[in-house]
């Protein structure tokens, strides 16, 4: 045998006791962790319609006041409904997707209809303010103060507002300052959750 083929057998002995001498690492598949993933979900319907009542249907008709006698509506309780489907059956299973509260934003972003005495209004010499206060009773309403533009927002916590009613009252203030004549209004609301 020629010495190269000697060599190159011990070459291949010596890989071969090598590879022989490995140990080998088997195992069989172990679970070592298990977890489940919990899916939980509102379906919820988002078209929830408002529908304001006060005393003269959708309007607060304070109507005549007498100075002279100082006999005259003052104050008139309204309410902010909310409904789904049908206006007489108040509810509104939107907020079941919310975590958090429902707030009320008085005036919208416009900063003519609101100032720190009340609800502005036009006419019988501009000074006449309408007060709103929340009279929700069960209500876990974050103030009962009056609306105002320093103090616009009132929150509600879901489960209150998912019953669709709010319940408030307009009182008209600055009568007896008066000139006589007509005066008018108007307040817009924003509905917000998160």
Request: aromatic letters at 10%.
């Amino acid at each position: 045998m020629s010495k190269q083929l000697v060599f190159f057998m011990g070459k291949i002995y010596l890989l071969l006791l090598i590879m022989l001498n490995v140990p080998v690492v088997y195992a069989e598949s172990e679970i070592l962790l298990r977890s489940q993933l919990y899916v939980e979900g509102f379906v919820v319907g988002s078209t929830c319609s408002v529908k304001i009542e006060g005393n003269n249907g959708s309007m607060i008709d304070f109507g005549e006041y007498n100075q002279a006698s100082q006999t005259g509506l003052r104050t008139v309780p309204f309410f902010v409904k909310l409904f789904q489907d049908d206006p007489s059956s108040p509810g509104c299973d939107a907020f079941m997707g919310t975590p958090g509260r429902v707030t009320l934003k008085f005036g919208g972003d416009s900063t003519n209809q609101l100032d720190e005495s009340g609800v502005v209004t036009h006419g019988a010499g501009g000074d006449i303010r309408i007060a709103i206060t929340s009279t929700d009773e069960k209500a876990n309403v974050d103030s009962k103060g009056k609306i105002i533009s320093g103090h616009s927002e009132l929150t509600y916590s879901k489960d209150f507002a998912q019953e669709g009613v709010f319940s408030f009252s307009a009182r008209a203030e600055g009568l007896q300052e008066a000139d006589a004549g007509r005066y008018h209004g108007s307040l817009s609301l924003v509905m917000s959750y998160k």
